[in-house]
């Protein structure tokens, strides 16, 4: 039986939670540095810390690691032990889903290091998500599809967005067809339609760092049913600007799994192109909703607060917390790809 036949679905990310899951920077390759890693976990503090005004968190840190992570994170923050390779947890963590009558479950996708990348690690990564679903109470449901919680964004109504060098790469899913990854997410998620991206954005790639291969949620998410908040790129010199384009206008093209016309909003990117290793892929749509609360992405940068009034006014009923998310992004991710909600049954 898969999940959904047994009554269960992924809510969206602004149902309640019980708690959100995180892990904690480790020495690897995407930290090898010490100065790094010690940013990266300041970074990572601040991000739980702010969640943590809203909902319980839950830390996963390496062995021996606790302590340290205890001092950083502040009172009030769990924290458990368990062998890591790195610290995203939407993309190693589980899937969690409920079936409306009281029970948990997760779906516990196959990872491989982000299509076997060469910088990536995952011996341990890869176990992290059953760990969590167990430490949860959950039933857990593995997926022999290689994905990550970052490659798909949900509105809770049956709509599930995707992307085509994500679940369709051959560096993850070689041989699937369209329909049937179609088939596993939507028996997985409880999902009946899929809106298809056709790519993620530039510095996600390879030749840009640390990236997944075109990710979803830092390009599009949704905030509502019917309602999708876009990455656009507003400079002509960024790569970026014709791809943000692209994705808007086949947004603007779809309707959803009950038939409403997507409305689309535009959230501007920040001014910033480049930092020294290159084009920036920095964006406010890789935010966090948690339990009163919208924990979004900053980058010291004029378009900050024009971000966030977007996302008070899209979450009227939301407190919206700028943290600066410059750190998280140079290890290939923000602040959606570090948190992982366990919603309330």
Known sequence: MTAAADGFRMPAEW?????????????????????????????????ARAVRRFEPVTVVAGPGQ???????????????????????????GPTFLT?????????????????????????HDSKIGAYVSDLAGARTYPSKLVNEGGGLHIDGEGTVLLTDTVQLGPERNPGW?????????????????????????TADYPGHGFGTLGHVDIVAAFAAPGVVVAHSQQDPAHPDFEVSREIIALLRAQTDARGRTLEVVEVPAPKVLQDEDGWVDYSYINHYLCNGGVVLCG??????????????????????????????FAGGGGIHCITQQQPKV
């Open 15 to 47: 149902a309640p939670h019980e708690r959100t899951w995180m892990a904690w920077p480790s020495p690897n390759p995407t930290f090898a540095d010490e100065t790094w890693l010690a940013d990266a976990r300041r970074a990572w503090a601040s991000v």
């Open 66 to 92: 606790s302590a340290y992570a205890r001092e950083l994170l502040g009172d009030g923050i769990e924290v458990v032990e368990r062998e890591l390779d790195d610290a995203w947890m939407r993309d190693i």
């Open 99 to 123: 079936d409306g009558k009281g029970q948990l479950a997760a779906v516990d996708w196959t990872f491989n290091g982000w299509g076997a990348q060469e910088w990536a690690r995952w011996d």
């Open 177 to 201: 067809t369209r329909a049937e990854v179609e088939a596993e997410v939507h028996a997985q998620l409880g999902t009946s339609k899929a809106i298809w991206l056709p790519r993620g954005l």
């Open 299 to 328: 980058f010291d940068d004029p378009n900050d607060e024009l971000a966030a009034g977007i996302f008070r006014r899209l979450f009227p009923r939301r407190t919206v917390t700028l943290v600066d998310a410059r750190t998280i």
